[in-house]
């Protein structure tokens, strides 16, 4: 830069607020390792991008790219970074619908109790079903999935232009199959579906223990409905499918990502499949596998203690 181009190097630091050192220091900079180690993170933010779109915030892509560069890699750096390229999250808020009430056939007990914490492979198993609508043709598509608490996995899921008996029954009988020999306690909410006669024949005929939610209490059933919310909010473009196989796709793909590649803090970062997978060889070698419990959150608890105490102040 000089005069000729009609500014000066003190002139435009005065302008800009910066000291003429500094500019110097900018200017014979060199590449340092961290720099090409920035733009090797920032090369793998976009691949994910790519890949999924935009559905994960700094947290989950902290935990890809650090698997991707076998390295931890802090969160407020990934956050840096993911700012200078203008990249954030899509987030939106799933829709809660209103169902009509049934009388159902047979109740069972809340066996799970909501004690969501498994210690080996298809010991527990959670299911229940959802919608899914495309805005731009009003086709409807109906999932049932089943969710193993071990390792979070989808062990079992079925499409079905209709929520009825077959497609909750289906889905049952594929994780049956796909599991042969073991019998768990599969949990369920008091849906139509779930309280048939055909549904529960196929429990009692499988020597699987059943258990249901309580009325009006969705979170009994937990871990299926966060699902739910990450399948909802993350297969951000499953309304604008044209047609009703495109709809099928778009979520079937997201499942799939979802068990074999989406990292799980709980589980150190790794996949559902990766987490599954370790523990059924440590079973077929009669070796222990490691056991990852769920956090309890201080805060519920801090909550439930506050409660507590002011009831007893009642009294």
């Known amino acids: 830069m000089s005069k000729k181009d009609g500014y000066t190097v003190a002139g435009l630091c005065r302008l800009l607020d910066i000291k003429r050192p500094s500019y110097y220091k900018?200017?014979?900079?060199?590449?340092?390792l961290l720099?090409?180690?920035?733009?090797?993170?920032?090369?793998?933010?976009?691949?994910?991008?790519?890949?999924?779109?935009?559905?994960?915030?700094?947290?989950?892509?902290?935990?890809?790219?650090?698997?991707?560069?076998a390295k931890k890699l802090n969160r407020k750096r990934i956050r840096r970074i993911m700012r200078a390229l203008d990249l954030q999250s899509v987030l939106r808020r799933t829709k809660a619908y209103n169902y009509s009430k049934s009388l159902p056939y047979q109740v069972a007990e809340n066996v799970l109790n909501r004690k969501f914490n498994?210690?080996?492979?298809?010991?527990?198993?959670?299911?229940?079903?959802?919608?899914?609508?495309?805005?731009?043709?009003?086709?409807?598509?109906?999932?049932?999935?089943?969710?193993?608490?071990?390792?979070?996995?989808?062990?079992?899921?079925?499409?079905?232009?209709?929520n009825n008996n077959k497609l909750t029954v289906g889905t049952l009988k594929k994780a049956i199959e796909s599991n042969p020999g073991d019998k768990p306690l599969i949990h369920v909410d008091r849906g139509a579906n779930f309280t048939s006669l055909e549904y529960t024949n196929l429990v009692l005929d499988n020597n699987l223990t059943l258990s249901m939610s309580r009325v009006g209490k969705c979170i009994d059933n937990g871990p299926i409905e966060k699902f739910w919310a990450i399948l909802k909010t993350e297969v951000v473009d499953?309304?604008?499918?044209?047609?009703?196989?495109?709809?099928?796709?778009?979520?079937?793909?997201?499942?799939?990502?979802?068990?074999?590649?989406?990292?799980?803090?709980?589980?150190?970062?790794?996949?559902?499949?990766?987490?599954?997978?370790?523990?059924?060889?440590?079973?077929?070698?009669?070796?222990?596998?490691?056991?990852?419990?769920?956090?309890v959150d201080k805060r519920i608890l801090a909550f439930k203690t506050n409660l507590n105490k002011s009831n007893h102040a009642s009294v």
């Open 35 to 69: 720099d090409l180690e920035n733009i090797e993170i920032a090369k793998h933010i976009k691949g994910v991008v790519a890949n999924v779109g935009r559905i994960h915030g700094y947290r989950m892509m902290s935990a890809i790219v650090s698997k991707k560069m």
């Open 118 to 162: 498994a210690y080996r492979p298809n010991e527990k198993w959670c299911s229940d079903a959802t919608e899914f609508k495309s805005s731009k043709t009003g086709q409807k598509v109906y999932l049932c999935a089943i969710i193993d608490l071990y390792d979070n996995s989808i062990v079992a899921h079925t499409f079905s232009s209709k």
């Open 26 to 32: 900018w200017l014979n900079r060199e590449v340092t």
């Open 238 to 295: 499953y309304k604008k499918a044209s047609s009703l196989e495109e709809l099928i796709e778009k979520v079937a793909a997201h499942i799939k990502y979802y068990n074999n590649e989406r990292p799980q803090e709980r589980f150190k970062y790794q996949t559902p499949v990766e987490v599954r997978a370790t523990a059924l060889k440590a079973l077929q070698e009669k070796s222990s596998f490691p056991n990852y419990e769920i956090k």
